[in-house]
């Protein structure tokens, strides 16, 4: 039986209410500063190295303080393929291509709809009314989303593609979490501990690198940002929002991550948004209010 099944539901729900929330922060400081890591000359894959030595250097303290997660290789597996590397990799693949604003739409902003789908075909989450005019409010404010940034980046197809399958590969990490009922420890080193093993040969000896003349600042920090604060920060905080509210309430408290990277790169990295921009920051907080009110949705 899981804690969350345990501990007093109240408590659980301010718990996750909160984790939720923190996450939407960090999120969007990942969004931001994996699109900056592109202006800073660096490759998408020396940014996943820092990230990976990042996280594993944080990692390895706590599974020696609190024990090496003890789950079951497939899903260590599993855990590694989606949450490690997938999502990720194919993030920073997409930023060499589009910008925050895309990313906001086509990564958290599907995010919601995703796992919706995936909770509907593997763990039989059935869709309230409420839920469905939710997810249909958040679809109308990403939508003018897109349409407002979408027309200004000739080519970025390619980088939405890539942060579309980013999104996916989430929504499969975050069911298989809830479906196993792994806690958010040990899915969060899971994921930091063998990523770092796998993929930093690889780059050393085969992947494009320009880390060398990188400033040593700029790399610090996306070693300490990408690596302990979007790996172990937002990788425990969400799936212990997860454990307590649920996989749908919480991805649609998420879904305000592109409202709110999309103003946030307008000052930060002079990506604008129009009116029909600022129209759909307004659905997509509104739809999150409605999903996350009334009754909770397991």
Known sequence: MSLAATADPARERRIGYI???AVLFVWVGFLLAARLSVKQAMTPWDVAALRYAGAFAGALPLAMLLGWPRLPRRRIAAIVATASLGFPLFCYAGFAFAPVSHAGVMNA???PFLT??????WLNEAWTRRRALSLAVVACGVALLAFDTFGGYPGSWRGDLLLLAGASSWA???TLVKLWGISAMEATLSAALWAAPIYLPVWWLLLPSNLGAVPL???AFQFVYQGFCAVLLAGFLFTRAVTALGAPRTTTITALVPAMAALAAWPLL???LGLAGLVGVGLVSAGMILGVTGRLVR
């Open 270 to 272: 002079g990506e604008a």
């Open 217 to 219: 600042g700029a790399a």
């Open 172 to 174: 499969v990490y975050t």
């Open 116 to 121: 919706a789908a995936l909770g509907a075909i």
């Open 19 to 21: 984790c939720a929330i």
């Open 109 to 111: 902003g599907m995010l």
